[in-house]
């Protein structure tokens, strides 16, 4: 019998043919500043749709070029970045898995360094820009203190969403992710903590998801309606008075309700003094709750390294699919060895990889692992 990790998955009327999803990974790989994706990604991604994943997505892609965390995000802020993505899209496709892109804007987190150059804070004397975010408060005391956005200027970052995810449709990208996490833009207005204002888009839980849902209602009227549309959420901020997963469970409800179908169930990033437990599938509670409490789709993501325990996340209905981040940078082939560990199948190999198939081949490292 097929492992329900590698059966297929309709999502809108999408298939997608196994259940093991690339979660967004930032490369800070763009040059010149100009937001295109790169040779880099090319092989990067083009990998892992080889190595067998359902679904491969693009990392935070930043819809303004204030929103980028580095100057080396990827961004699609302007037409003439389709072209970049359209060449990557087609042949992630092409080797039998969905393209899709996560759209971001990084608020007060904006304008670093990248990390391995120490992820500092640049100023505009040195490369930088100024950032801005629901309220003037900044992320840590190494930070620049943001600028609140006028509610004319929240209006625009708005129509930047909905104007990439065009984009993105025009770049072949099946699905659309919205980065509603990790204490960017968004997050930072649906956290009490972090979003001070006074005005309709602060205070009452209503007020702080106001922003939110209208980046939803205008994407999903300029995407098709048979794209998927998902959003990654931080399903608790783990700080007293902060977003509680209570809060996630009823915004999850609402995000149903305006188009979206899939929740990508992610925890944190919005203070330096969060206190998390890390341990194997330690997000996986969150993305159950939000399944079962608002009846829609979702993605478990975290610490998800072992093809049993991906398969056992499914098997237990605790969520719909799984995203995978680092094991999947470690070892972009991860799906082939977990096809055969799980279903001695390989109908995730490539034609011109089939020499080297578990049965054409006479070691094979998983089994020398387990
Ligand atoms: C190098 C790197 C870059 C990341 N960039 C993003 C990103 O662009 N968007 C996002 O939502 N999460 C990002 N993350 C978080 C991952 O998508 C994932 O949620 C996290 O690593 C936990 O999953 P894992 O234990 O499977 O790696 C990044 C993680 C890494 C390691």
Not at 208 to 229: H, K, Q, Y
């Amino acid at each position: 019998m097929m492992s329900k990790l590698f059966s297929s998955i309709e999502i809108r009327g999408l298939k997608i043919k196994n259940r093991i999803f690339v979660s967004p990974m930032c490369q800070y790989s763009a040059e010149d500043n100009n937001g295109k994706p790169t040779d880099w990604h090319t092989v990067h991604l083009g990998s892992r749709a080889i190595g067998g994943a359902g679904l491969v997505m693009f990392e935070a892609t930043a819809v303004t070029p204030e929103g980028r965390i580095t100057p080396r995000d990827l961004g699609l802020w302007s037409d003439d970045q389709i072209d970049s993505y359209a060449d990557i899209a087609n042949f992630i496709q092409k080797h039998g898995a969905v393209p899709a892109i996560q759209l971001a804007h990084a608020g007060r987190k904006a304008s670093h360094d990248v990390p391995w150059k120490g992820n500092t804070t640049l100023t505009s004397d040195d490369g930088g820009w100024n950032v801005v975010a629901p309220s003037s408060i900044a992320y840590d005391k190494n930070s620049l203190i943001p600028q609140e956005l006028s509610i004319e200027e929240i209006h625009k970052i708005t129509k930047s969403f909905a104007d990439s995810a065009k984009r993105a449709i025009n770049a072949n990208l099946k699905v659309i992710e919205l980065h509603f996490a990790h204490g960017y833009l968004v997050c930072e207005f649906l956290s009490p903590l972090s979003n001070r204002r006074s005005d309709i888009y602060g205070g009452s839980f209503e007020n702080r998801i106001r922003f939110p849902i209208e980046i939803v209602d205008a994407v999903r009227n300029s995407i098709p309606d048979a794209t998927p549309l998902f959003v990654r959420l931080s399903s608790t901020e783990y700080m007293d008075m902060g977003w509680t997963i209570e809060d996630s469970v009823l915004f999850a409800r609402e995000l149903k309700s305006h188009g979206v179908d899939l929740i990508d169930c992610s925890s944190g990033g919005n203070s330096p003094e969060q206190k998390v437990e890390l341990y194997p599938g330690y997000q996986v509670d969150f993305s159950d709750q939000i399944r079962t409490g608002a009846n829609i789709q979702t993605g478990a993501v975290g610490l998800i390294t072992e093809p049993s325990q991906a398969n056992g996340i499914l098997e237990n209905d605790q969520a719909d699919v799984i995203f995978m981040g680092r094991e999947l940078l470690r070892n972009p082939y991860w799906p082939l060895y977990a096809e055969h560990y799980l279903d001695k199948s390989v109908d995730s190999w490539q034609n011109q990889y089939l020499r080297a198939t578990p049965d054409s081949s006479p070691s094979f490292w998983l089994e020398t692992k387990k």
